[in-house]
């Protein structure tokens, strides 16, 4: 069956406290509505919409860089969450298969619990809504099931003492096919405690109409809505915990786990050892057998089998680990090949450069990439010796089996094989140093008697 995502993200959020959209707020380095994209990714959707309101332009941005065939719809004003959907309406005319509406602020429903949805709307019923079993149900719309049908849905606002009693909530999510779903939104009215369309009415629209409407039920935990930073934090921890979880049964060893965070892409191969205190920010791929000592940081790079990385190293986007390739401590590499087995061991900058396999770098080297307005890229070949306190201003070259003498600054291409030297050169002066001492101490001396 054909499938379409409707995901709800206009609302501001007023409880975040912040100038950003609600939805624009990360776990794990992305965005609310992305979480929730990812978990609709799982019916593989042929179409997905995102109903954007509050801070739309930001929001459409963001989310066309995620996904380039995502469909935005623009709710100008927040009428409710029937309005919202029915805003999505232009965008999936013609469409022929079935509908279901997340919510942007909602990042943890699974995969299985969508599936579960489509096979109940598979076994036929029309209307299929999400629902769990609150402990605490609070304000959450409440689902009244007669005889193990959905009779309707009622929000809290507009609930009676009796109907406050029941304590199988409305998660939002709810499934039916595309066209019937906007059909039953236009017998959607707004007379209600809040004066606005509510989604869920479409329950009670589709009773009166003979057909029927189903509840599949999911832990609580996974319909966590964000609505506060408090609540933002909470659902960080819960992403990490469980990305933690996943992480060690890949079968990778955390030998502190709950200082390791990872980002919400991040993959690390089998017998990988990450250290205490390392973070993950998106786009890492670390493969197998690799070790990220204590105190990393990396983002947007590729560590392959083998390498070790840190203690207190950056790897930032664009760096790429060969096979047992080294980077060692308060070395940060940007876009840069390490080749393989070559080492850039000790506080170090090389960025916008290839360091070729077998090539040590030594402490204190800088590729000086950026002249303040364009970045040059700086070549080292295979088994190339760069002194301590190199600086290669860029663009620049050293050849294979080539050597640059410590404290060098190299400004000339290096050809295969051959050595740069370029430093000051070096004097010593017998009893110079003895006699300024003396001169030193003694104009101490005078100041401190005359004061
Ligand atoms: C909604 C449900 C309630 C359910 C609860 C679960 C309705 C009327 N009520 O209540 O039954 O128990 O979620 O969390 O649906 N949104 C828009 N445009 C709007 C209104 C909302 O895009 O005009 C979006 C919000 O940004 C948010 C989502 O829809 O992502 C839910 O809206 P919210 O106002 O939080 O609904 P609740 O009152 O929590
Ligand atoms: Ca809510």
Known sequence: MATALIVLAAGMGTRMNSDLPKVM????????????????AALSPDRAVLVVGHGAEMVGATAKDIDPDIIIAVQEEQLGTGHAVLQARAALEGFDGDAIVLYGDTPFIRPETLEAMAQARADGADVVVLGFEAADPGRYGRLIVNGGTLDRIVEFKDASDEERAVTLCNSGVIAADTNLLFDLLDGVG?????????????????????????????????????????????AEGVFQTRAR????????????????????????????????????????????NARIRAFSHLEGCHVSRGAVVGPF????????????????????IKNAQIEEGAKVNHLSYVGDARVGEHANIGAGTITCNYDGVSKHHTDIGARAFIGSNTCLVAPVSVGDDAMTATGTVVTKNVAAGAMAVGRAKMEVKPGLALKLFEKLKATKARRQKGS
């Open 190 to 234: 707004n007379d209600n405690a809040a004066g606005e369309y509510y989604l869920p009415d479409i329950v009670s629209v589709a009773r009166a109409r003979g057909l029927t409407a189903t509840v599949v039920t999911c832990d609580e935990a996974e319909t966590l809505g964000i609505n506060s930073r408090a609540e933002l934090a909470a």
């Open 245 to 288: 979880e996943a992480a060690l049964g890949d079968g990778v060893t955390l030998i502190a786990r709950d200082t390791v965070f990872f980002a919400h892409d991040t993959v690390i191969g089998r017998d990988s050892v990450i250290e205490p205190n390392v973070i993950f920010g998106p786009g890492v791929t670390v493969e197998s």
């Open 25 to 40: 707020h990360e776990i794990a380095g992305a965005p609310l509505f992305a979480h929730a994209l990812a978990s609709g």
């Open 313 to 332: 190293a950056r790897l930032r986007p664009g760096a790429e680990l060969a096979n047992n390739a080294k980077v060692g401590n308060f070395v940060e």
